[in-house]
């Protein structure tokens, strides 16, 4: 297993993170959440080899991640900063940056100020605004049963985002878009923890889990597609509430490829793992020549 190291950039910052393989060329991993911890991604760490160094990390205020402590601090091009340090601080020449579901707002960001130093850019099961969140969060809930919407919204009135049973009626509404594919609990999602904290700064500042009123609320990395000229890889799940956002993600950014996972919904890493990890190394076979 990886061991657990820190980088250390300008401004007394720190990350935690974990590396597999060597190099040239580098796959630096941005998880989603906001506020996951990478682990549901160890599987990446399976491409690592003699030219592929496989990089997962915790972002600011995730894990023992170096945390700030105004959540006006927690926003996404912050985010794309703490990208291009943890990039100088490692000497990563070679860049292909991975964003997985929220990390992939944060990829879009980095594509947009620091492009420069991109080799190629994965978006994984993942939208290009705050907007498309809303849309998806009204999918999930238009397709969740007339008991399970009144339930909700009985606990939505009554702000009980903390009650265990609002808890288990969101996680059961969203798990045919999230995780429809999973007979048991993955234990890389086992070992996963969230940060309530920098998912509330960002997300929700009242912990409701369908709104969107953090500091992404205004968000919109749309109008960056046209810009993009680096190859770009979209994958998605067939049943993930992000599925038409990544279609047009793959519409409007001209180098990119579409992949889609049949039998997948938010977790393809975790649902189809054999086929995505294959998605992942075929693209980047393509683009560093072997």
């Not at 950039?9 to 040239?24: D, K, L, M």
């Not at 809930?141 to 909700?152: E, G, M, Y």
């Not at 808890?167 to 969203?174: D, Q, R, V």
């Amino acid at each position: 297993m990886a061991r657990l190291r820190r980088v250390h950039v300008p401004g007394r910052r720190s990350f935690e993170y974990i590396a597999q393989g060597g190099g040239p060329a580098t796959l630096l991993v941005h998880p989603g959440g906001p506020g996951l911890t990478y682990h549901y991604l160890r599987g990446l760490l399976r491409l690592a080899n003699a030219n592929l160094r496989v990089i997962l990390f915790n972002p600011r205020g995730v894990g023992h991640s170096w945390a700030p402590r105004r959540p006006s601090e927690y926003t996404i091009p912050k985010l794309a900063e703490d990208l291009d340090a943890i990039r100088r601080a490692l000497r990563i020449r070679e860049l292909h940056l991975l964003g997985y579901s929220a990390g992939g707002f944060v990829a879009l960001e980095y594509a947009h100020r620091y492009e420069r130093n991109l080799s190629s850019l994965l978006l994984c099961s993942t939208a290009g605004s705050a907007e498309e969140i809303r849309a998806a969060h009204r999918q999930v809930i238009a397709a969740a049963s007339p008991r399970q919407r009144s339930r909700l919204r009985e606990l939505t009135r009554a702000r009980a985002f903390t009650d265990p049973e609002y808890l288990a009626l969101s996680e059961a509404i969203e798990r045919p878009f999230q995780n429809r594919f999973l007979r048991a609990v993955h234990p890389d999602w086992k070992a996963t923890k969230l940060s309530p904290a920098v998912y509330r700064a960002m997300m929700s500042r009242s912990g409701d889990g369908f709104a969107v009123d953090g500091t992404i609320a205004r968000w919109d990395g749309r109008r960056y597609y046209s810009r993009i000229e680096v190859p770009t890889l979209v994958a998605v799940g067939r049943y993930d509430y992000f599925f038409e956002p990544s279609v047009e993600m793959n519409e409007r950014i001209e180098p990119a490829h579409l992949r889609v996972l049949p039998r997948s919904s938010h977790f393809p890493i975790l649902e189809q793992p054999r086929e995505f990890l294959g998605t992942i190394r075929e693209f980047l076979g393509d683009v560093t020549g072997g």
